[in-house]
């Protein structure tokens, strides 16, 4: 534990109850009506983690975090920290801090003075050491005497992020905390927030739309989905092994293709996909039999002009042509018009082609499509093949 948080007080939160352990939630449920807002969620966040729960306006995202941290009640479940129960404790009593959007900052206090409150509201007599040594983790010990208005919004969500860990909650929550920034202050208080968490080794559960700001940031994400939790895993697992279409086209960008197993050849999975063959190995397949949905991330994919070009035993398709061609600097983002229809899965295939200095291939331009075989994934083809591909990440609730 870092001595800023050390020096704030005990090693005890607020309540004096719980000193330590992962939070759990137990069948966390939350009705509204007859409207599930949170369905039977059960997971644990290990202490000193970096936590995203990610997931679209309305999947329940928010509202599981409120329960965390009391300002709502769940209709039933168990919330823990520890080895303590806190479902019924008031928000006072949890040792847990919210660091919302919009700041929550006091407009006619300093920074100083904003930083100090949590501590002075607690009988604290000496604050300034311990507030000295938040100001300088969040690296704004310079600006101690200025009002929030004299700041930029980078600034004063640093500021936010240090009132709330002066009090040493055991879990700092962060309700889209990012999101009133833009894209490049966004960016770069993504890292910031990481190497503040990684210094002071407590417990972040970050609330987010942002896939993006979700897998830079956090150790373990959550995807949620119409109040259920879709996928765990680390970011490189979710990414790399969906384990539903949802999850394949929300997080990133995913081309599905409709398929059927033809059968099995040892480890691999051979697939009929719209008449072409793919294959793919049998520990990244939901599914050996039956309906299919072959999927490749479109960094893997490459273009070819001829067969010659292609290495030996690559998934290829064939009857491609280019329909746009997008150069954004670092690459060529391509579509692929394919010789089948949108019922298929993707009428057209995204292609990332790095900047190699390789010629562009202009639309109109007949192609083939290859990649290594390991780089597909298979999935249960009963799913809805659109699914997570026409949600709005730009919500903010």
């Known amino acids: 534990m870092s001595a800023a948080l050390s020096a704030a007080h005990g090693p005890s939160g607020p309540s004096g109850a719980v000193t330590g352990g992962d939070l759990r939630l137990e069948n966390l449920t939350k009705h509204f009506?007859?409207?599930?807002?949170?369905?039977?969620?059960?997971?644990?966040?290990?202490?000193?983690?970096?936590?995203?729960?990610?997931?679209?306006?309305?999947?329940?995202?928010t509202t599981t975090l409120r329960m965390v941290s009391g300002l709502e009640d769940p209709t039933r479940g168990r919330i823990f920290l520890g080895e303590t129960e806190v479902t019924d404790l008031k928000p006072y009593r949890r040792p847990v801090n919210t660091v919302f959007q919009n700041y929550a900052?006091?407009?006619?206090?300093?920074?100083?003075?904003?930083?100090?409150f949590g501590l002075r509201r607690r009988g604290v007599k000496d604050v300034k050491g311990p507030v000295e040594r938040m100001l300088d983790l969040v690296e704004l010990g310079h600006l101690a005497r200025r009002k929030p208005a004299q700041l930029s919004g980078g600034q004063q969500q640093r500021v936010a992020v240090a009132r709330a860990l002066i009090n040493q909650p055991q879990v700092l929550l962060l309700d889209e905390p990012l999101g009133a920034l833009d894209l490049k202050l966004r960016r770069q208080m993504q890292i910031e927030l990481k190497r503040i968490q990684t210094e002071v080794g407590l417990t972040f559960v970050h609330v987010t739309h942002d896939q993006e700001e979700a897998m830079t940031m956090a150790d373990t994400i959550a995807v949620m989905n119409a109040g259920r939790i879709e996928q765990l895993g680390s970011p490189a697992e979710l990414y790399e092994n969906p384990v539903s279409t949802f999850v394949a086209n929300f997080l990133g960008q995913s081309n599905l293709i409709a398929g059927t197993v033809e059968g099995k050849d040892g480890d691999v999975v051979v697939v009929d996909a719209?008449?072409?063959?793919?294959?793919?190995?049998?520990?990244?397949?939901?599914?050996?039999?039956?309906?299919?949905?072959?999927?490749?991330?479109?960094?893997?994919?490459?273009?070819?002009?001829s067969e010659a070009e292609i290495p030996a035993g690559h998934n290829v398709l064939t009857g491609g042509v280019v329909s746009d061609a997008s150069f954004i600097g670092v690459s060529t983002q391509y579509l692929v018009k394919m010789p089948w229809g949108a019922e298929a899965g993707c009428g057209e295939v995204a292609v990332f082609e790095q900047n190699t200095?390789?010629?562009?291939?202009?639309?109109?331009?007949?192609?083939?499509?290859h990649w290594d075989p390991t780089q597909t994934f298979g999935l249960d083809g009963a799913q809805d093949i659109d699914a997570g591909s026409g949600i709005d990440d730009e919500a903010t609730a």
Not at 357 to 369: K, Y
């Open 33 to 61: 009506g007859s409207f599930a807002a949170v369905d039977d969620v059960s997971l644990t966040v290990p202490q000193g983690s970096f936590f995203a729960l990610l997931g679209a306006s309305g999947c329940g995202k």
């Open 105 to 116: 900052l006091f407009p006619h206090l300093d920074i100083f003075e904003n930083v100090a």
């Open 274 to 305: 719209q008449g072409q063959r793919l294959t793919l190995p049998a520990k990244r397949s939901r599914i050996d039999s039956g309906r299919i949905i072959a999927g490749v991330r479109p960094e893997k994919v490459h273009l070819a002009r």
């Open 357 to 369: 200095g390789r010629e562009i291939q202009r639309p109109g331009t007949p192609v083939l499509l």
